[in-house]
C-alpha cells in the first residue's frame, strides 16, 4: 500500500447461517510527522462515484473511520453493495473509481479477485 494513494478492498462478511453481507472499503493512508498531524482527508467528502465499463453507476451510501497509528493515519471508506453490485464489478472490463477528488481503477487482477469473491460468496448464499 502506497502513501496518499486509495486502495481498493472487497469483502464478503456472514455466512454459516447468519446472512452475507458484502462491502466494498477504500483504504487510505497518509505519513505522519512530529511536526503536524495529518487532516482526514474523506471526514466530510466520502462518497465514491463508479465508472463500471465508461457507465456511471450509484451503489449505497459510504461510511468512514480512521485509524491513528504511531507513524501513519489510515481513513477507511465503508460502502455496501449487494452481491449483483459485486458481481457487475467482477463482471466489467474496466472499473475506476473517485473518493472525494481522488481517481483510481481496478487492475485486472482486481477485478479477477471481486469475480473469485462473488464466486465463493455465491457458495455461502442459502
Not at 454459516?16 to 474523506?42: C, M, T
Not at 449505497?60 to 485509524?67: K, N
Not at 477507511?76 to 483510481?104: F, H, I, N, S, W
Request: with cysteine; charged share 30%.
Amino acid at each position: 500500500m502506497k502513501d496518499d494513494e486509495p486502495l481498493f478492498y472487497a469483502t464478503i462478511e456472514g455466512g454459516s447461517g447468519a446472512p452475507i453481507a458484502p462491502k466494498i472499503v477504500i483504504f487510505y493512508r497518509q505519513p505522519v510527522s512530529p511536526y503536524h498531524k495529518p487532516v482526514e482527508r474523506f471526514l466530510y467528502c466520502n462518497n465514491i462515484d463508479w465508472l463500471i465499463d465508461g457507465k456511471p453507476v450509484r451503489f449505497g451510501p459510504t461510511s468512514h473511520s480512521s485509524l491513528d497509528l504511531s507513524d501513519r493515519m489510515v481513513e477507511l471508506v465503508r460502502q455496501p453493495v449487494t452481491m449483483k453490485q459485486l458481481r457487475m464489478l467482477g463482471e466489467a472490463k474496466t472499473v475506476e473509481y473517485r473518493v472525494c477528488r481522488d481517481e483510481a481503477e481496478l487492475l485486472p487482477e482486481d477485478i479477477a479477485g471481486v469475480r473469485e469473491l462473488v464466486r465463493q460468496g455465491e457458495k455461502l448464499s442459502p
